[in-house]
């Protein structure tokens, strides 16, 4: 079974930058697409972008296109949220996920993931 640990959350002020990272343990790690998600209060958990785990082809909302950029390194089973340009709007739990479903990717949405890290907190405030 999988396991996921995010990590690289924080406090940043608006325009800032900030690197999540997830790493992907246990046996076996049989997901085919990755994501991260974010949920912030009295709202829905919303996907934010995923990665094919097999040729890299990703997926953003269009509210973060052109400033985050996923990425993976599948040597470290490790996927990655690079966020610049963070704005108050950006401030959620972020969690990373993982599906079978080897077009899960193009959906990024909640229902198609089945496992799921504690999530990591990002505050962007000045």
């Known amino acids: 079974q999988v396991q996921l640990v995010e990590s690289g959350g924080g406090l940043v002020q608006p325009g800032g930058s900030l690197r999540l990272s997830c790493a992907a343990s246990?046996?076996?790690?049989?997901?085919?697409?990755i994501g991260w998600f974010r949920q912030a209060p009295g709202k829905e958990r919303e996907g934010v972008s995923c990665?094919?785990?097999?040729?890299?082809?990703?997926y953003y909302r269009d509210s973060v296109k052109g400033r985050f950029t996923i990425s993976r390194d599948n040597a470290k089973n490790t996927v990655y949220l690079q966020m610049n340009s963070l704005k108050p709007e950006d401030m959620a739990v972020y969690y990373c996920?993982?599906?079978?479903?080897?077009?899960?990717?193009?959906?990024?949405?909640?229902?198609?993931?089945?496992?799921w890290g504690q999530g990591t907190q990002v505050t962007v405030s000045s």
């Open positions: 996920a993982t599906s079978k479903n080897p077009v899960a990717f193009r959906i990024c949405d909640r229902p198609f993931f089945e496992t």
């Open positions: 246990g046996f076996p790690l049989d997901y085919n697409a």
């Open positions: 990665i094919s785990r097999r040729d890299g082809t990703t």
